[in-house]
């Protein structure tokens, strides 16, 4: 699961660039996603695991690091 969320960020990620991101990193911090990109990585979790993120989880709490992502 860790992998294919790794995946998707770095071929969307919203700067453009090869700097690499750790797991536990701010992805909002470090320019890996914005609220356009949230919503695409919103609509690949959904798509690929099968799982419907509710408005009220829409968090930074849940998405701003790959662990966060994972763990919801």
Known sequence: MKQQIREFLK?????PGDS????E???LESGVID???????IAF???EFGITVEDDDMTPENFDSVNAIVAY
Do not use: Q
Request: no cysteine; aromatic share 4%; net charge negative.
């Open 35 to 41: 609220s356009m990109t949230m919503v695409d990585l």
């Open 45 to 47: 979790l959904e798509g």
């Open 25 to 27: 990193e701010s992805l």
């Open 11 to 15: 071929k969307n990620r919203a700067v």
């Open 20 to 23: 690499e991101f750790n797991d």
